[in-house]
C-alpha cells in the first residue's frame, strides 16, 4: 500500500514537471486560449504517457496553418523544455487550465480547441486505440534507432496491398505522413491490425524481435491504462 | 539369504544340458531386461530435447517446442512399428532396404524387445529438426515431416549402415563402415533434415538484420537447458550402452568413453569459446557437451578412452565453428542443431575409423567411412529438401508473421506455458 502510495507521488510529481515542460514549450507559439486548449488536450489525452511521446500531441495540436508551418519548432521547443533543467521551467500552469476549462461553457472557442474537441468526440474508441498503440510503438523505436520516419514511408508505399477504400488509404497516407492529425472512422479493425503487424515486422527487422516484441508490450500496457481502453481493448488489434 | 543356498544347490544338482539351458535363459532375461532398460533411458532423451529446444526458444513458443517433442514421439513410435522397422531391419536381400517385419506382430520376444529399444531411436532421430525449426513453423507440417523422416528417411540409411536383424545385409554395413551406435546413423541423419528444413523455412522474423548482421535471439529459459542437457548426457548411457543389445562386459568401456567425451566436448567448446570470443556461454557448453556425445556414438565401443577424450574435445570445438558458418550463410538454427548433430555426427565417424582400436589410422577404414557419411548426406539431405518443399506447397510449412509475432503457442494450441508471468504475451489466439 505505502509502495503504491509512493508510486503514485512520484507518478504526481512526473506529471506536473512535464505540464511545466509543455506550457514552458508552447508558450512562444501560441496565443494564451489556444495555449490552454493545448495544454487541456495533453493533460486529457498524453499526461500518462512518456515524455518523449510528442510526435501524436504536436501532430494534433499543429493541424491547421499557421501552426503547421511552425510544427518542426514547436516539437524541439518542447523537447528542449521536457528534457533540460527543471530552473529553465515556468511554474505549474494546473490553476490556469482548470479556470480556463470551468469558463470555457458558453464561449466562443478558439480554432484548436474546436478541432481538439471535434475530434474526440467523433472518433471511435478504437480509432484512438489505434492511434495510441500505433504512435506510442514509432516513439519507442525511435528511441532505440531512428527508424520511425522509414517504418511510416514503408507503410504508407504498401498501403494499396492493405486497403481497398480508396478515400480511406488516402486519409491513412496523410495521418501516416504527419498531414492530419487524426484518423477519420473509416478504418476496420483488420485494417489497424495490418497496418501495426506491418510496423511490428519491419521493427523486427531493423531492432531486433525481442525489442520488438517489448516495445509493442509497453505501448499496448500505457494504451490499457487509458479510459477508453475499458470500451475497446488494444489487444483487439494484436 | 536361506533361499538363495537352497536355490544355489538345486541348480547344481540339475543335469548338465539343464545347466546350459538355465544360464542361456539367464543371459536372455539380463539381455532383455538391459535392452528395455536402455531403452527406456534412450526414451527419457526426449524430454532432454523437449526442455533444451523449450528453454532455447521464447516464452511465447514453449508450448509449442514441447508438443512437437511430445506428438513426434508418438507419431514416429507407431509409423516405426507400422514401415520403419521392416525397412531399416527387415530382411534385405538388396542390401538397399528391408523387405518384411512391418507391423510386426506374432514375433519372438526379442523381436520386441528390439522394436522397442530401436522405436526409441527413430524418435530420436526425428525429434532432431524439431529444435532447428522452432518458433516458426507450422504444427501440421512439422508432425507430417517429422512422421516421414521416421518412417522413410531414418529407416533407409539405417538399412545400409547396420544391416538386417534377420537375413541379408546393408551395403554399406558389407563395405565395414563404423557407426556402432549412430552418429552418422542417427544423428547426421537428423541434422541433415533439420538443415533441409531451416533452407526451406527460412529466417525467424528479424534474425537477420537489413544489413545482414546476425542477432541472437535468446531463450526464455537457461535452466531448462541445462537440464536438459544433462537429461540428454543421461539418455546417452542407454543410447550407446544399450547399443550392444545385449548384456555384456563391454557397457563399461562405452559409457566410460561416453561420458568422457561429452566431458570434452564441453571443455573444447569453452576453450574455443575462450579462445574465439572470450564470453564462455553456457548454451555453448552445453551444445558442446552434446556434440561430444553425438561424435563418441559411432566409436564408443570400439576406441580407447584417450581417443575418446580427442574425439570429444574437437566435437566441442566444431560445434562453435558451425554455427558461425551458418550464420555467415544466413541459416537461422534455432538450437544449434546441425552442428551439434550433423557436423559432430560426421566428425565422430571420421574419428571411429581413424582411432579404431588396434587399427588405428587404417586409410582403407577411413575411407569406408567417408562412403558411409557421404551417402548419408546424399541421400538424406536431397529428400528431406524436396519433402520439406512438398509441404510448403501443399500443406504449409512457415507461419505467418502475424502468428510468429503472437506466438505458436496460441496461434497453434491456444494455452500458454506461464499464464501467471507471461506479461508479455498479448495476443487473444487465432481469430
Given at each position: 500500500?505505502?509502495?503504491?502510495?509512493?508510486s503514485?507521488?512520484?507518478?504526481?510529481?512526473?506529471?506536473?514537471?512535464?505540464?511545466?515542460?509543455?506550457?514552458?514549450?508552447?508558450k512562444?507559439?501560441?496565443?494564451?486560449d489556444?495555449?490552454?486548449?493545448a495544454?487541456?488536450?495533453?493533460?486529457?489525452?498524453?499526461?500518462d504517457?512518456?515524455?518523449?511521446?510528442l510526435?501524436?500531441?504536436?501532430?494534433?495540436?499543429?493541424?491547421?496553418?499557421?501552426?503547421r508551418?511552425?510544427?518542426?519548432?514547436?516539437?524541439r521547443?518542447?523537447?528542449q523544455?521536457?528534457?533540460?533543467?527543471?530552473?529553465?521551467?515556468d511554474?505549474?500552469p494546473?490553476?490556469?487550465?482548470e479556470?480556463?476549462?470551468?469558463?470555457?461553457?458558453?464561449?466562443?472557442?478558439?480554432a484548436?480547441?474546436k478541432?481538439?474537441?471535434?475530434?474526440?468526440?467523433?472518433?471511435?474508441?478504437?480509432?484512438?486505440?489505434?492511434?495510441?498503440?500505433?504512435?506510442?510503438?514509432?516513439?519507442?523505436?525511435?528511441?532505440?534507432?531512428?527508424?520511425s520516419l522509414q517504418?511510416?514511408?514503408y507503410i504508407?508505399?504498401?498501403?494499396g496491398?492493405?486497403?481497398?477504400?480508396?478515400?480511406?488509404?488516402?486519409?491513412?497516407?496523410?495521418w501516416?505522413?504527419g498531414?492530419?492529425p487524426?484518423?477519420d472512422?473509416?478504418?476496420?479493425?483488420?485494417?489497424?491490425?495490418?497496418?501495426?503487424?506491418?510496423?511490428?515486422v519491419?521493427?523486427?527487422?531493423?531492432i531486433?524481435?525481442?525489442?520488438?516484441?517489448?516495445?509493442?508490450?509497453?505501448a499496448?500496457?500505457?494504451?490499457e491504462?487509458?479510459e477508453?481502453?475499458?470500451?475497446?481493448?488494444?489487444?483487439?488489434l494484436? | 539369504m536361506?533361499?538363495?543356498?537352497?536355490?544355489?544347490?538345486?541348480?547344481?544338482?540339475?543335469?548338465?544340458?539343464s545347466?546350459?539351458a538355465?544360464?542361456g535363459d539367464?543371459?536372455?532375461?539380463?539381455?532383455?531386461?538391459?535392452?528395455?532398460?536402455?531403452?527406456?533411458?534412450?526414451?527419457?532423451?526426449?524430454?532432454?530435447?523437449?526442455?533444451?529446444?523449450?528453454?532455447?526458444?521464447?516464452?511465447?513458443?514453449?508450448v509449442?517446442?514441447?508438443?512437437?517433442?511430445?506428438?513426434?514421439?508418438?507419431?514416429?513410435?507407431?509409423?516405426?512399428?507400422?514401415?520403419?522397422?521392416?525397412l531399416?531391419f527387415?530382411i534385405?536381400p538388396?542390401?538397399?532396404?528391408?523387405q518384411?517385419?512391418?507391423?510386426?506382430?506374432?514375433?519372438e520376444h526379442?523381436?520386441?524387445?528390439?522394436?522397442?529399444?530401436?522405436?526409441?531411436?527413430?524418435a530420436?532421430?526425428?525429434?532432431?529438426?524439431?529444435?532447428?525449426?522452432?518458433e516458426?513453423?507450422?504444427?501440421?507440417?512439422?508432425?507430417?515431416a517429422?512422421?516421414?523422416?521416421t518412417a522413410?528417411?531414418?529407416?533407409?540409411?539405417?538399412?545400409?549402415?547396420?544391416?538386417?536383424?534377420?537375413?541379408?545385409?546393408g551395403?554399406?554395413?558389407?563395405m565395414?563402415?563404423?557407426?556402432?551406435?549412430?552418429s552418422?546413423?542417427?544423428h547426421?541423419?537428423?541434422?541433415?533434415?533439420?538443415?533441409?528444413?531451416?533452407?526451406?523455412?527460412?529466417?525467424?522474423?528479424?534474425?537477420?538484420?537489413?544489413?545482414?548482421?546476425?542477432?541472437t535471439?535468446q531463450g526464455?529459459?537457461?535452466?531448462s537447458?541445462?537440464?536438459?542437457?544433462f537429461i540428454?548426457?543421461l539418455?546417452w548411457?542407454g543410447?550407446?550402452?544399450?547399443?550392444t543389445?545385449?548384456a555384456?562386459?563391454?557397457?563399461g568401456?562405452?559409457?566410460?568413453?561416453t561420458h568422457?567425451?561429452?566431458?570434452?566436448?564441453?571443455?573444447?567448446a569453452m576453450?574455443?569459446?575462450?579462445l574465439?570470443?572470450?564470453?564462455?556461454l553456457?548454451?555453448?557448453?552445453?551444445?558442446?557437451?552434446?556434440?561430444?556425445?553425438?561424435?563418441i556414438?559411432?566409436?564408443?565401443?570400439?576406441?580407447?578412452?584417450?581417443?575418446?577424450?580427442m574425439?570429444?574435445?574437437?566435437?566441442?570445438l566444431?560445434?562453435?565453428?558451425?554455427n558461425?558458418?551458418l550464420?555467415?550463410?544466413?541459416?537461422?538454427?534455432?538450437?544449434?542443431?546441425v552442428?551439434?548433430?550433423a557436423?559432430?555426427?560426421?566428425w565422430?565417424?571420421?574419428a571411429a575409423g581413424?582411432?579404431?582400436?588396434?587399427?588405428?589410422?587404417?586409410?582403407?577404414?577411413?575411407w569406408?567411412?567417408?562412403?558411409?557419411i557421404?551417402?548419408?548426406?546424399?541421400?538424406?539431405?536431397p529428400?528431406?529438401?524436396?519433402?520439406?518443399?512438398?509441404?510448403s506447397k501443399?500443406?504449409?510449412?512457415?507461419?505467418?508473421?502475424?502468428?510468429?509475432a503472437?506466438?505458436?503457442?496460441?496461434?497453434?494450441?491456444?494455452?500458454?506455458?506461464?499464464?501467471?508471468?507471461q506479461?508479455?504475451t498479448?495476443?487473444?489466439g487465432?481469430?
Open positions: 500500500m505505502a509502495a503504491d502510495l509512493n503514485n507521488d512520484a507518478l504526481d510529481v512526473r506529471v506536473a514537471r512535464n505540464r511545466r515542460a509543455i506550457y514552458t514549450g508552447l512562444p507559439f501560441l496565443a494564451e489556444e495555449l490552454m486548449a495544454l487541456s488536450l495533453w493533460q486529457a489525452r498524453y499526461s504517457g512518456p515524455a518523449y511521446a510526435h501524436g500531441f504536436v501532430n494534433e495540436i499543429c493541424a491547421d496553418e499557421p501552426l508551418q511552425m510544427r518542426n519548432d514547436i516539437h521547443s518542447l523537447r523544455a521536457l528534457f533540460g533543467p527543471d530552473e529553465a521551467l511554474v505549474d494546473l490553476l490556469q487550465i479556470r480556463w476549462n470551468h469558463g470555457r461553457d458558453g464561449m466562443a472557442a478558439p484548436l480547441t478541432h481538439v474537441m471535434a475530434g474526440k468526440s467523433s472518433a471511435k474508441p478504437s480509432t484512438l486505440i489505434f492511434e495510441s498503440v500505433f504512435e506510442d510503438f514509432l516513439h519507442l523505436i525511435e528511441e532505440r534507432q531512428p527508424i517504418i511510416r514511408n504508407d508505399m504498401h498501403l496491398k492493405v486497403l481497398s477504400n480508396g478515400p480511406v488509404s488516402v486519409q491513412v497516407s496523410r501516416l505522413r498531414k492530419q487524426r484518423l472512422n473509416g478504418l476496420e479493425v483488420a485494417e489497424m491490425r495490418t497496418i501495426l503487424h506491418m510496423a511490428y519491419l521493427a523486427c527487422e531493423y531486433g524481435p525481442t525489442a520488438a516484441d517489448q516495445m509493442l508490450a509497453q499496448v500496457r500505457h494504451c491504462t487509458q477508453l481502453a475499458r470500451q475497446f481493448s488494444p489487444r483487439e494484436l | 536361506p533361499y538363495r543356498g537352497v536355490a544355489l544347490a538345486l541348480f547344481w544338482l540339475l543335469p548338465e544340458s545347466h546350459a538355465e544360464a539367464l543371459q536372455a532375461s539380463m539381455d532383455t531386461v538391459w535392452l528395455i532398460t536402455a531403452g527406456a533411458l534412450v526414451f527419457f532423451m526426449q524430454a532432454g530435447f523437449a526442455l533444451l529446444e523449450s528453454g532455447m526458444a521464447r516464452a511465447k513458443n514453449t509449442n517446442v514441447i508438443m512437437k517433442n511430445y506428438v513426434d514421439a508418438c507419431l514416429g513410435a507407431i509409423a516405426f512399428w507400422m514401415v520403419g522397422y521392416g531399416m527387415g534385405n538388396s542390401g538397399w532396404f528391408g518384411d517385419h512391418f507391423f510386426l506382430g506374432d514375433a526379442l523381436d520386441y524387445s528390439l522394436l522397442f529399444f530401436q522405436t526409441m531411436f527413430a530420436t532421430a526425428a525429434t532432431i529438426a524439431s529444435g532447428a525449426l522452432a516458426r513453423t507450422r504444427y501440421g507440417g512439422y508432425l507430417v517429422s512422421t516421414l523422416t522413410v528417411i531414418y529407416p533407409v540409411y539405417g538399412s545400409w549402415a547396420w544391416g538386417s536383424l534377420y537375413s541379408g545385409s551395403w554399406l554395413k558389407d565395414g563402415f563404423v557407426d556402432f551406435a549412430g552418422t546413423v542417427v547426421s541423419v537428423g541434422g541433415w533434415v533439420a538443415l533441409a528444413g531451416i533452407i526451406v523455412l527460412g529466417a525467424r522474423l528479424g534474425r537477420f538484420g537489413p544489413d545482414g548482421a546476425s542477432r535471439i526464455h529459459n537457461l535452466p537447458v541445462a537440464l536438459g542437457g540428454l548426457w539418455g548411457f543410447f550407446n550402452g544399450g547399443s543389445t545385449a555384456t562386459t563391454n557397457i568401456l562405452i559409457n566410460l568413453n568422457i567425451a561429452a566431458s570434452s566436448g564441453a571443455i573444447g576453450l574455443g569459446m575462450a574465439l570470443g572470450g564470453r564462455i553456457m548454451t555453448n557448453t552445453i551444445n558442446g557437451s552434446i556434440a561430444g556425445l553425438v561424435a556414438t559411432a566409436g564408443c565401443a570400439t576406441m580407447e578412452p584417450l581417443y575418446a577424450v574425439t570429444g574435445l574437437v566435437a566441442g566444431l560445434v562453435l565453428i558451425g558461425a558458418f550464420e555467415k550463410i544466413r541459416l537461422d538454427d534455432v538450437v544449434g542443431a552442428s551439434v548433430h557436423f559432430a555426427g560426421v565422430g565417424t571420421v581413424m582411432f579404431y582400436a588396434g587399427d588405428l589410422f587404417d586409410p582403407n577404414r577411413i569406408v567411412q567417408f562412403i558411409g557421404a551417402a548419408a548426406f546424399l541421400w538424406t539431405f529428400v528431406a529438401l524436396i519433402m520439406f518443399w512438398l509441404i501443399v500443406i504449409g510449412l512457415r507461419a505467418s508473421t502475424l502468428d510468429e503472437r506466438g505458436l503457442d496460441y496461434t497453434e494450441h491456444y494455452e500458454i506455458g506461464y499464464p501467471e508471468f506479461l508479455e498479448l495476443h487473444q487465432k481469430n
